[in-house]
């Protein structure tokens, strides 16, 4: 794969000022432009890109070999965006046939080796497999939880694109952090207004659509977590006629929760087992 430092110098940028933007929007439509006019500005928050070069990390079977072997499904060869003919890293192998094993683990490497594919392949197999099976109905079977919604939004991005090239509609995710619309309607205008599209079928947009049909993949943050388990309206999302469906909880960027606010995380998943009546769900 051609390494390009510019292109690359550019969406380091690009996702760091989104996440400015994100972070410290206010209700004034005046300063959020004055903002984001400022961080528009040529070299206003990077002077171009520093390249530091490291060994590379060690390759292992492409998710060809791995669906030959029968660790995931075969529907994965239609995941373009997985490159399934591309060699993984080792321990992206690794974490991959201990995930399917139904294995919990940390994965600690360094930047730019992986680390969300180690997750997300295993759970976009098990959907796969369900939907190979004809159990894919409505209902949680991952939640991931980020710490800042910059990150949030990062993934939906990419479960966009990843959806959308392989063309598998009824494989479902949204996003429920504060940015997220409570109406369909309202949600729709705000996403056509920012991605001057339509969102695709697989994509939750607003609230009450996942109240009514939660999401395969449910993408939050830890803050809104605490809301979800505490509102009437909302913790029909952790009810016990759907525990059973759940599978995992994903942790990104997990070294972040230190301290008093590794202690909260913690008593929040508590929380969610006992509401779910579930030990067994996988980390």
């Known amino acids: 794969m051609l390494f390009r430092p510019a292109e690359s110098s550019k969406k380091i940028v690009d996702f760091y000022r989104n996440y400015l933007l994100t972070t410290f929007k206010t209700n004034k439509d005046e300063y959020n432009q004055q903002l984001k006019n400022h961080l528009s500005k040529d070299e206003s928050l990077a002077k171009g890109p520093y390249i530091n070069l490291t060994d590379p990390f060690t390759k292992d079977k492409t998710i060809h070999e791995l669906t030959q072997e029968g660790i995931l499904t075969p529907l994965f060869l239609q995941f373009n965006k997985f490159h399934p003919y591309r060699p993984l890293y080792r321990h992206q192998v690794e974490s991959i046939r201990k995930a399917v094993n139904r294995k919990n683990l940390i994965v600690t490497t360094g ?137 995992t909880i994903v942790f990104d960027e997990a070294h972040t929760y230190s301290g008093a606010k590794g202690i909260e995380v913690s008593n929040l998943i508590k929380r969610v087992k006992a509401m779910l009546d579930r030990e067994d769900i996988q980390f």
Request: aromatic share 8%; hydrophobic share 35%; with cysteine.
């Open 111 to 247: 930047t730019g080796s992986g680390k969300t594919e180690c997750f997300l392949i295993p759970v976009v197999n098990q959907l796969l497999r369900e939907r190979e099976n004809g159990t894919l109905s409505p209902g949680i079977r991952t939640m991931i939880i980020y710490p800042m919604n910059a990150l949030v939004n990062d993934q939906i991005r990419r479960l966009r694109e990843i959806f959308e090239d392989a063309g598998i509609e009824d494989i479902t995710f949204g996003r429920f952090t504060g940015e997220t619309k409570e109406f369909k309607n309202d949600a729709l205008r705000e996403f056509i207004d920012r991605e001057g599209r339509k969102p695709i079928k697989n994509e939750l947009i607003s609230r009450e659509q996942m109240r009514a049909t939660p999401p395969h993949i449910l993408i939050t943050n830890y803050a809104m977590l605490e809301y979800l388990l505490l509102r009437p309206g909302d913790n029909i999302i952790f009810n016990k006629e759907s525990a059973h469906l759940w599978q």
